[in-house]
Structure formats: structure tokens, C-alpha cells
């Protein structure tokens, strides 16, 4: 017997948006100001300008709206890291830079530890915490193999990180156990990395900005008042830096593994090449006034050229 009308599915083919939009778009997220942010979304727009692109700034929130009416663009420079939006947009043809698969894989420390592993690039000894669906007790931890593995395979002290966050923030230097544990609590249920010590990067560490295989810009950063990071947003300060060829090298085969267009590599110390993390969303208008280099010229360039 027929299922009753109002019950009956009807099979559509998915609604395809037009891809052809001359102009390009800056994909940003609507709920999210920060000054420093907002200086470097104007200069990408100057910069875009300044060359005849149509950089037209398009939030998430707008981008779920124009995906079933069109049309979309051909290029979407991505600024935010919602990676289901960014997914939908390549689905319908639109060429983002970064991918979807890349910002998710930089956006959480614990996939970019996996793929650094994988490609064999130096970076601290790291283990990831086990998912836990419900917030552990203290003495669960302290029975578990987990804390055994970072006694045993790291020492301490030790840098456990949440592996989703931003400007060194979920970030802190763990001297014992007990510590270790009360992070892990406190993170619950964010992902959580832990990583060996390193005493050399201790309040310092270096930065390649990379727009496909070339290095625009480079800095060392060094922490204020004893503080073991080094990021300027957190009142660190920065000097210039020429990065030697081998530092140079390790950035490309960084981002060549992650599948990144555009980003930034963090180097631990300015010594030797050891990759400390890798952003796919890199606020650069610190870099930009430490080293005087126009970096949002040369991303819309590199814009222009993926058209």
C-alpha cells in the first residue's frame, strides 16, 4: 500500500551554486572582532585594491546563505577557521585558500603533531591525551597509562597545551604530576597535547610567514618577564629575521604536508629547525610592522594568481 502523501520522500538532485563571480571573497567570521584582525582584513583589502581585485568581505554566517542562491566566487581567501563552511564552499567548486582539510589540520595541535610525525619533520617528542567522554577524577589520571607515558617517555617539566586555542592562550610549563593532572581536568573536554620541554625555546622562538614555497617574512619573538612563550599578542616583543636556508627549507615541506597555500611555521629557537607549531590563520600585522614587509600584498597576489 502507497505510504500516505505527507509521508513520501521526493528524491532531488542537491542545488548547485553557480560558481563565476568575478570577484573574489574575504571570508571572515561575524562574531569575532579584534583590532588586530581588522587591521589586517584592511589590508587586504588596500592591497587588493592597489591591483584591480574585487575582494569582497563575505562572513560565515553570509556564506551559508549565498551557498543555495549564488552566485559564488571562483576564489575565497579563508580568514576564520569554521571548517564546515569552508568544506561546503569547495563542494560547490570554490577554490579556498586554505582548504578545509588543512585549517582542521592546523586548528588542532594533535592532527598537526600526527602529519609532522608522518613527514618526518623535527618537532618536540608529543603525546595526546586519550579522549575521555566524561571529566576524570583525579586518581583516574593518576592510574592511567597516559601519565605513565609522559613520566616515562617525556620528564618533566613538560608544555601541555589544549590542542584547539590561539595565541599562547591554554598553553602553560608543567613541573609535576599533580599539575599535569589539574590541567587535564580543567581542559575537560577539550583535546589535550603534552610535549617535552624545550629549555633552549624557552621565552623565544622564530616565525616564517609563507605564501606558497616562498617565505615573505620572517621574526624571532622573545617572551617578557620570564614568561616560557614568546607571543607578541601576549606582550612579547619581535626583531626581524633572515631565516637560514635549512629553517626555510622545513617551513615548505611544513606546509606542503599540511596541504597549506598560505600560513606560518613556528620555529622553537633560532638555532636549529624545530617546528614548534603551524597556523593556517596567522595574524601577520605584528610581522608586517616588525619587518616592514607588505604581507597582505603579497597573499593577494598570490590571490590573483589562483584566479
Same mark, same amino acid.
Given at each position: ?15 548547485? %551554486? ?11 567570521? @561575524? ?17 587588493? =585594491? ?20 549564488? !552566485? ?8 576564520? +577557521? ?26 588542532? +595541535? ?19 591525551? !586519550?579522549?575521555?567522554? @566524561? ?14 607515558? /609522559? ?8 608544555? #601541555? +597545551? ?55 617574512? #620572517? ?9 616560557? @612563550? ?5 606582550? =612579547? ?6 631565516? !637560514?636556508?635549512?629553517? /626555510? ?15 606560518? /611555521?613556528?620555529?622553537?629557537?633560532? %638555532? ?19 619587518? =616592514? ?15
Amino acid at each position: 500500500m502507497p505510504a500516505p502523501t505527507s509521508l513520501r520522500w521526493t528524491r532531488r538532485s542537491p542545488r548547485r %551554486s553557480a560558481v563565476g563571480c568575478d570577484a573574489a571573497w574575504l571570508v571572515t567570521n @561575524r562574531w569575532l572582532h579584534w583590532d588586530k584582525f581588522e587591521w589586517q582584513f584592511g589590508a587586504l583589502a588596500r592591497a587588493a =585594491g592597489a591591483v584591480g581585485l574585487d575582494l569582497r568581505r563575505v562572513s560565515t554566517d553570509e556564506v551559508v546563505a549565498a551557498m543555495g542562491t549564488g !552566485p559564488l566566487p571562483r576564489v575565497a581567501l579563508i580568514q576564520d +577557521k569554521d571548517v564546515a563552511v569552508v568544506a561546503q564552499l569547495e563542494a560547490l567548486g570554490v577554490r579556498t585558500i586554505n582548504t578545509a582539510a588543512a585549517i582542521a589540520a592546523c586548528d588542532n +595541535k594533535a592532527y598537526t603533531h600526527a602529519v609532522l610525525s608522518h613527514a618526518g619533520i623535527a618537532h618536540p617528542c608529543t603525546l595526546t591525551a !586519550p579522549l575521555a567522554y @566524561r571529566n576524570l577524577s583525579a586518581a583516574e589520571w593518576e592510574e592511567s597509562e597516559f601519565l605513565a607515558a /609522559v613520566d616515562l617517555q617525556l620528564g618533566y617539566p613538560v608544555v #601541555a +597545551k589544549r590542542a584547539i586555542g590561539s595565541w599562547g592562550q591554554g598553553v602553560e610549563l608543567i613541573h609535576a604530576p599533580a599539575e599535569l593532572v589539574a590541567f587535564l581536568r580543567a581542559a575537560h573536554p577539550a583535546p589535550v597535547i603534552v610535549e617535552e620541554y624545550i629549555a633552549e625555546s624557552h621565552g623565544h622562538d622564530a616565525r616564517i610567514f609563507m605564501v606558497g614555497e616562498t617565505p615573505v617574512a #620572517a621574526m624571532q619573538r622573545f617572551g617578557q618577564g620570564g614568561d616560557f @612563550r614568546a607571543n607578541v599578542t601576549g606582550g =612579547g616583543r619581535a626583531v626581524p629575521w633572515d631565516p !637560514p636556508a635549512d629553517f /626555510v627549507d622545513t617551513a615548505r615541506t611544513a606546509m606542503g604536508a599540511l596541504g597549506l597555500d598560505i600560513g606560518s /611555521v613556528d620555529f622553537l629557537h633560532a %638555532s636549529s629547525p624545530l617546528v614548534g607549531e603551524v597556523n593556517s590563520n596567522a595574524q601577520f600585522a605584528s610581522l608586517t610592522e616588525v619587518t =616592514g614587509i607588505d604581507v597582505a600584498a603579497r597573499v593577494v597576489e598570490y590571490c590573483v594568481q589562483a584566479r
